[in-house]
């Protein structure tokens, strides 16, 4: 039988011993022990505590993901403001740096000048505060001085440590504050978008975008399945050592990460030749990068160059050339989407940019095409920027337009099913009018229909839902209902398993709630946030279907545009008729229960316009605002609540001042979110 000081010494002993293999893995990339044997420590320590829970404390290697949700970030005023860099994009910047610093610090240009180089992450900044050792806080940067409180979420980040180790006590410090990027490594970005792809859950841009969507969780169990690695690059102390590359060296003491590529120049030739070697690196590095970072290695230079506005003087981030490549146009092809709208998609001569071989890119719409002037057979910019779906930058200025050019023409038939194409009043968009008699819109409402935030069907990815419709198994959605595992089989690779389990979930969705049902029907600007008003105020289907106009446009949140696509949907027979089969099917929700509005939309009535760049992509603030019952829209008139407006805004932000609408910053946009 263990006494309890046994019982604290074998705890400790287990939790050293695994900080160590910790660090090992983590920060020195040389794993000591294999991955089971290392398993089996954890468990011990895991069933040890869970025996002895007045024994946990929060720095254990087993505390580091929290077991629930929390209600709100709270905000963190940052001890030392989070700095942003100043850019510089040519050898030229760089030269008039180097030459501005010599003149600030009176050094000839013939001096030798220390700088410490590293890779710029495509990441996001936070803060790490260890109070005797232990991780006590983390935060983001926020707006350089007020930062949101995300320790839950970062503590379930492996290279971060809980923490800090030392030879002996006397050397952890009292306080430290440790400053790095945390990103997502490509292949885990990769992994994660093939996982949302199977789920039929939105795919996520690039890997900063999901970094950044991760570390915004408020269920640190999401967080932590999220492939999420850290970079320390700075600190707020010192501790009287002269150079950045001797700080690191420390830090790197503590059990800190670092970055490998991290090095010591002389000089702006030695500026350039990193630059250099970092763009051939480029490529083959497990992480996105933007650049590099150069900074003064001297604290004393550093110190007496200062900071101007919200940069130091004595670094710069020298950033790589946009990831654009000039190719031809071949030819253009029509996309139909969910709700019938075609989207023109260039199909180009493949070219690589960025890292990938691009065939295909978007052209958005006919207004876009004609204002950028863009012709078939034209030799286009075609940009990435880290996204997934590249786009037609415009015409190459550096290429007179081919003979053979070719105005873009817009069809005038379906180009899936042959209906007319229409283009409603007031709309950019043209659509097939031909609903889900059209297979291109069937595909997409059927993806719609079981996609997570729908009916939440797992397994039905679009390649299933092509096979299930071009083999004539479903026609309409509510075929769904009648497959089983024998017809499934028919499909082209589909395994026994693998049709049972569709089959399953087919019926395990059936449970459903009225918000979700109605926003798996895909009806026109009806989305998330609308189902669910509707739901709460109609309370069932059937008053719902019966509703007239004037009751739908008195409901807050539902314009008259939503209104009478409302009324029509109901009022079409095959719709009425795919509702039954649904129904008979064994669809069905629970009653709605009574909540407060302002409960679950605290922003309901409220109209916001987004302009410039913001920390998060612009799809994601809509999503979000919507979800609490804003409402988004793209031009400032005085009935805008406020304008949210990051860097580079638009001339929205004069329209704002001249009507008196309120402007709110990227802080200001995170509060709200909250
Ligand atoms: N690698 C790196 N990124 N980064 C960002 N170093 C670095 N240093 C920074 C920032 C904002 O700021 C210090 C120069 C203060």
């Not at 993901?65 to 850019?87: C, E, G, R």
């Amino acid at each position: 039988m263990l006494n309890d000081i046994n019982i604290n010494t074998k705890i400790a002993k287990l939790r050293q011993l695994i900080e160590k293999h910790d660090n090992a893995y983590h920060v020195l990339d040389a794993p000591l022990i294999p991955d089971g044997d290392y398993d089996k420590l954890y468990q011990e320590l895991l069933a040890l505590e869970q025996r002895y829970p007045e024994y946990i404390t929060p720095d254990s290697p087993t505390q580091r993901v929290a077991p629930k949700p929390i209600s709100a970030f709270l905000t963190h005023t940052h001890t030392q403001p989070m700095l942003s860099l100043s850019n510089a994009f040519s050898e030229a910047e760089i030269s008039q740096f180097d030459k501005r610093i010599r003149q600030l610090l009176t050094l000839s240009e013939t001096e030798n000048l220390s700088y410490a180089c590293e890779p710029k992450f495509d990441g996001l900044a936070v803060s790490l505060h260890y109070e005797k050792g232990i991780l006590v806080k983390g935060a983001t940067r926020g707006d350089g001085w007020v930062g949101e409180d995300i320790t839950h979420n970062l503590k379930t980040i492996s290279s971060i440590p809980l923490k800090l180790q030392a030879k002996s006590p006397q050397d952890i410090p009292e306080n430290l504050e440790i400053r790095g990027e945390v990103y997502m490594p490509i292949q885990g970005f990769e992994a994660l978008n093939q996982h949302c792809l199977k789920n039929n859950e939105k795919l996520f841009a690039n890997p900063r975008n999901a970094a950044a969507g991760s570390l915004r969780q408020l269920d640190p169990r999401i967080t932590a399945k999220r492939p999420l690695a850290f970079y320390a690059y700075g600190c707020t102390s010192h501790f009287g050592l002269n150079t950045h590359m001797d700080l690191l060296a420390k830090l790197n003491t503590f059990g800190i990460r670092l970055c490998a590529l991290s090095q010591e120049v002389i000089n702006t030739q030695g500026i350039l030749a990193y630059y250099q070697d970092l763009l051939t690196k480029r490529p083959s590095l497990p992480y996105q990068i933007d650049g590099m970072v150069v900074k003064i290695n001297h604290f004393d230079f550093q110190k007496k160059l200062g900071f101007v506005a919200k940069a130091p003087r004595f670094a710069i981030a020298y950033k790589f050339p946009a990831e654009e490549a000039e190719t031809q146009l071949e030819s253009v092809d029509f996309q139909v989407g969910r709700t019938g709208v075609l989207t023109p998609v260039a199909r180009l001569k493949p070219v690589y940019v960025g890292g990938v071989t691009v065939s295909n890119a978007t052209l958005h719409n006919i207004d876009e095409i004609h204002r950028k002037d863009i012709y078939v057979h034209d030799w286009v910019i075609v940009r990435r920027a880290g996204d997934v779906i590249p786009e037609v930058v415009g015409p190459s200025l550096n290429r007179p337009r081919p003979k053979n050019a070719q105005k873009i023409v817009f069809p005038t038939l379906c180009p899936v099913c042959g209906s007319d194409i229409k283009q409603a009043k007031n709309e950019v968009a043209m659509r097939c009018m031909s609903g889900l008699y059209c297979k291109a819109q069937l595909i997409e409402a059927i993806k719609h229909y079981v996609s997570r935030k729908a009916m939440n069907i797992d397994g039905l990815g679009e390649k299933w839902v092509i096979q299930l419709i071009e083999s004539g198994l479903i026609k309409h959605i509510h075929d769904l209902y009648d497959l089983t595992q024998d017809n499934l089989l028919k499909l082209d690779r589909m395994a026994e398993k693998s049709a049972q389990n569709l089959v399953d979930a087919i019926e395990n969705s059936k449970k459903t709630t009225l918000g979700k049902f109605i926003y798996a029907l895909g009806i026109r600007e009806i989305g998330e946030v609308a189902a669910f008003t509707l739901s709460k105020h109609f309370k069932n289907l059937d008053n719902l279907m019966l509703a007239t106009e004037a009751e739908l446009v008195a409901i807050p949140d539902i314009g008259p545009v939503a209104a009478s696509h409302l009324i029509r949907f109901f009022q079409d027979k095959p719709n009425q008729n795919m509702i039954e089969k649904i129904i008979q099917a064994g669809v069905f929700w629970e009653s709605i229960q009574e909540l407060p509005q302002s409960l679950y939309l605290p922003l309901l009535g409220k109209t916001y316009v987004i302009t410039g760049t913001l920390s998060q992509s612009r799809e994601e603030i809509k999503e979000k605002l919507a979800a609490l019952g804003a409402k988004i829209a793209s031009a400032v008139s005085a009935k805008t609540t406020a304008v949210i407006a990051g860097d580079a805004p638009g001339s929205k932000i004069q329209k704002a001042e001249k009507l008196g609408v309120a402007i709110l910053g990227q802080a200001e946009l995170d509060k709200l979110l909250m």
